[in-house]
């Protein structure tokens, strides 16, 4: 079992940056890839990007260029940089983490979440 935890969400306006952090504990393994998905209100919750067992990372076409995803296995953290904010971005970012994934972006990939941060985009 694999416990995460969220944070560093917040409001901030179009065009700013923010960083969330996810801290990783418990039973991980190199067979486990990491992602970041996020959730807006009335929609489901869609891929933003992740992290392959070869350090290998995936990205929504709708966030290239804008968020960056990293990993400090010394910290067992995982992060997401969040450049030029949009409206769009808003909504409640979950850290997930799963072995053996075959498509990255996809949500049933995954079997540990976290229990989300709330990131509010204003324009």
């Known amino acids: 079992q694999v416990q995460l935890a969220e944070s560093g969400g917040g409001s901030v306006q179009a065009g700013g940056s923010l960083r969330l952090s996810c801290v990783i504990s418990?039973?991980?393994?190199?067979?486990?890839?990491m992602a970041w998905f996020r959730q807006a209100p009335g929609m489901e919750r869609e891929g933003v990007a992740a992290?392959?067992?070869?350090?290998?990372?995936y990205y929504a076409d709708s966030v290239k260029g804008r968020f960056t995803i990293s990993n400090d296995n010394a910290q067992n953290t995982l992060y997401l940089q969040m450049n030029s904010l949009k409206a769009e971005d808003t909504g409640v970012y979950y850290c997930?983490?799963?072995?053996?994934?075959?498509?990255?972006?996809?949500?049933?990939?995954?079997?540990?979440w976290g229990h989300g941060t709330q990131v509010t985009v204003s324009s």
């Open positions: 992290i392959g067992t070869d350090g290998r990372t």
């Open positions: 418990g039973s991980i393994y190199s067979s486990h890839s």
């Open positions: 997930a983490a799963g072995v053996w994934i075959a498509s990255h972006l996809d949500t049933y990939e995954y079997n540990d």
